[in-house]
Nanobody, 127 residues
Framework: QVQLVESGGGLVQAGDSLRLTCAAS????????MGWFRQAPGKERECVSV????????SYTDSLKGRFTISRDNAKNTVYLQMNSLKPEDTAVYYC????????????????????WGQGTQVTVSS
């Protein structure tokens, strides 16, 4: 089992950058594929970016490619989401998610694929 705590959200202006951090506690963080999702008011929770256990495979929502970067540090039990050139439409609660998998290179894109979730961190981008 793993517990997830997100941090790094806040209120920023369009064009600014933020780095979100997801700290995991529990055993064997390197056995979990990780993902970042977001949910804007009145909308479904959507996948932002995902990363495999060994960080060898990453995926991004097409509209975010080039602006967002996911990474992880297994020694620190942490996954990051670097967000650049933020836009008002990026405003949402951002969630970290984890799923145990025997595959080092596999990623998971669906919300239903994940077993563990953090409480979320609010990102608000003003125009």
């Amino acid at each position: 089992q793993v517990q997830l705590v997100e941090s790094g959200g806040g209120l920023v202006q369009a064009g600014d950058s933020l780095r979100l951090t997801c700290a995991a506690s529990g055993r064997a963080f390197n056995m979990y594929a990780m993902g970042w999702f977001r949910q804007a008011p009145g909308k479904e929770r959507e996948c932002v970016s995902v990363i495999s256990r060994n960080a060898g495979t990453t995926s991004y929502t097409d509209s975010l490619k080039g602006r967002f970067t996911i990474s992880r540090d297994n020694a620190k039990n942490t996954v990051y989401l670097q967000m650049n050139s933020l836009k008002p439409e990026d405003t949402a609660v951002y969630y970290c998610a984890a799923r145990a998998t025997p595959s080092e290179n596999r990623t998971f894109l669906r919300r239903s694929d994940y077993d563990y979730w953090g409480q979320g961190t609010q990102v608000t981008v003003s125009s």
